[in-house]
C-alpha cells in the first residue's frame, strides 16, 4: 500500500510538474526582457541548499553568515542582496528581514519534488530580472551551484559557485549524510560537481586544499579565488565572562570543550573513545560537547550507560554563540578534529587546540607551536596529546597564545572582507553592458 501510495503521488507531481512548465518557460522569456530594461543594477542573489531561516537566525544571529561571514562586501558591492533558501518542498514563502529578500521554500508535501523544483525556478527567475540582478552564486557545486549555472545560462548571467567543503572526505565519513548524493549515487553527483565547478565564471574555495581539489576536477587557475573564512573576533579580546557562560558542571575540573555539529564527519565518536580511555587514567577533567546534530541522541545514550563518560563528558546541546564563545575561552585544551568556523574560533580563544590532520588543518595548527595534529583515527595519540597539555599549563598557556595571534592574523573579518569585495568586483565585470 505505501509502495502504491508513493506511485500515485509521484504520478500526480509529475502532472502537476506538466502543467508548470509552461509558465517556467514564460517565466525565462520574462525575466529576459525584465532583465534589460533593470541593467544597471548591482544584485548578489545566492542560492543555498539547505538550512531555514530560524536555523541560521538561531545558530549565527544574523544572515551574514550565509555570505562566509562577508562583513560588509555585500552592502559594499551590491545594492540588494537576495537569499534562497531550498530545503526541499514546494511551498513557499517570503520574508524581509535586516534589508534582505528572502525566498524561503518549507517542506509540505512529501513527494512533490519535481513541482517544487519548477516552482523553486520559476521564482528565481523571475527574481534575478526584477532585482536587477548581476551576479548569482551557488553555496556548493551541487544543487545550488546546479540552480545557479542554470540562471545564469538562461539569462545571460555570471555566476559563482563557492566550496566549503572536502565533500569526499565527507562522504567517506558519513555517507549520504556527510555529501550529496543523487538517485543515492555518489557517482552521479561526482559529475554534477565537475560540470558546475568547471562551467563557472569563478570558483571560490574557502581554503588552497579545495582549490587543489578544484584544479583535479579541470577548473582553470584563473577562475579560482580563495576567500578565507572571515571571523569577527571582538568576542575573543575581552576576559573571560562566567556570567554568560551558565552552569558546565564539575566546576572543579579542567574543562576540554568541543563547539561543533554532532555528526560522524566530525569525529564525534573518536572524542568519545579519547574520553573513555583518559577516565581511566585520571579525573581532573570533563569534556564539554557543545551542538546538536543527527548523533546527539546516541552520544547521550553512549554516555549515560557509562560509567566512566558520565563522569567525564557533558553533552550541553545548542548553546548561542555568546556562551560558546565564553565556553572556549574558559577551556584548558579545544577539541576541532574536523573543523572550519569551528578550528578559528577556537584558536582565536588562546587555548591549545588539538586537531587531526587532515584536510587543510596544518594551515592553523602548527604541530608542538599553536597546537597538535594527530593522525586522523589515533586516539591514543589524541588522549596523548590532551594529557600532556593537561600536565603542563605553562607550556598550554605558550601554544594557545601562539594559536591566538595567527588566527588574528589570517583570518580577521575586516582582511578577508577585502578578498571577498575584489572577487565580488571581478566578477560584476562579466554582467552585460
Not at 509540505?108 to 525556478?121: D, N, P, Q, S, W
Not at 565564471?201 to 578544484?214: E, G, H
Request: glycine content about 8%; charged content about 25%.
Amino acid at each position: 500500500m505505501a509502495a502504491f501510495k508513493k506511485v500515485v503521488i509521484s504520478a500526480a507531481d509529475a502532472v502537476l510538474a506538466a502543467l508548470l512548465a509552461p509558465i517556467v518557460i514564460i517565466s525565462i522569456i520574462n525575466s529576459v526582457i525584465r532583465r534589460r530594461m533593470n541593467e544597471g543594477k548591482s544584485c548578489l542573489i545566492q542560492i543555498s541548499a539547505g538550512g531555514s531561516l530560524n536555523d541560521v537566525l538561531r545558530k549565527f544571529g544574523s544572515l551574514e553568515a550565509l555570505f562566509n561571514f562577508d562583513g560588509d562586501a555585500p552592502v559594499r558591492v551590491f545594492s540588494r542582496r537576495v537569499l534562497f533558501f531550498f530545503p526541499s518542498s514546494n511551498t513557499l514563502c517570503f520574508t524581509f528581514t535586516d534589508g534582505w529578500m528572502i525566498l524561503e521554500q518549507r517542506k509540505a508535501m512529501g513527494y512533490f519534488k519535481l513541482t517544487g523544483v519548477l516552482l523553486f525556478l520559476a521564482r528565481l527567475f523571475h527574481a534575478a530580472s526584477s532585482e536587477g540582478g548581476c551576479l548569482v552564486r551557488g553555496c556548493d557545486p551541487y544543487f545550488s551551484g546546479f540552480a545557479a549555472w542554470l540562471t545564469g545560462a538562461l539569462l545571460g548571467l555570471p555566476y559563482c559557485v563557492s566550496i566549503h567543503s572536502d565533500y569526499d572526505l565527507r562522504y567517506k565519513l558519513d555517507g549520504a549524510k556527510g555529501a550529496p548524493t543523487i538517485f543515492r549515487s555518489r557517482k552521479l553527483a561526482k559529475m554534477l560537481e565537475r560540470f558546475t565547478l568547471t562551467h563557472a565564471d569563478m570558483v571560490l574555495p574557502i581554503r588552497q586544499s579545495l582549490a587543489d581539489k578544484a584544479v583535479e576536477l579541470g577548473v582553470a587557475l584563473d577562475r579560482i579565488r580563495i576567500i578565507p573564512h572571515g571571523v569577527d573576533f571582538e568576542p575573543f579580546r575581552f576576559p573571560l565572562d562566567k556570567t554568560k557562560l551558565g552552569a558546565l558542571g564539575k566546576e572543579n575540573r579542567k574543562i576540554i570543550s568541543f563547539a561543533g555539529r554532532l555528526s560522524k564527519e566530525n569525529y564525534v565518536d573518536d572524542i568519545i573513545a579519547a574520553a573513555r580511555m583518559l577516565s581511566a587514567a585520571r579525573n581532573d577533567f570533563v569534556i564539554v560537547m557543545a551542538g546538536g546534530g543527527s548523533e546527539e541522541e546516541r552520544l547521550r545514550r553512549v554516555v549515560r550507560q557509562d560509567e566512566l563518560l558520565s563522569s567525564s563528558v557533558t553533552l550541553k546541546g545548542f548553546m548561542p554563540r555568546d556562551e560558546v564563545f565564553e565556553l572556549r575561552k574558559a577551556s584548558a585544551i579545544g577539541l576541532a578534529l574536523m573543523g572550519g568556523f569551528s578550528l578559528i574560533e577556537a584558536c582565536a580563544a588562546g587555548r591549545p587546540v588539538v586537531a587531526y590532520d587532515v584536510e587543510w588543518h596544518n594551515e592553523l595548527v602548527i604541530d608542538g607551536e599553536t597546537g597538535f595534529l594527530v593522525k586522523e583515527g589515533d586516539i591514543e595519540g589524541l588522549a596523548r596529546a590532551v594529557s600532556f597539555l593537561l600536565d603542563n599549563p605553562a607550556e598550554a598557556d605558550r601554544i594557545g597564545g601562539a594559536a591566538h595571534r595567527l588566527a588574528f592574523e589570517r583570518h580577521d573579518i575586516q582582511a578577508t572582507s577585502v578578498i571577498k569585495r575584489k572577487a565580488y568586483e571581478e566578477l560584476l565585470a562579466f554582467c552585460p553592458k
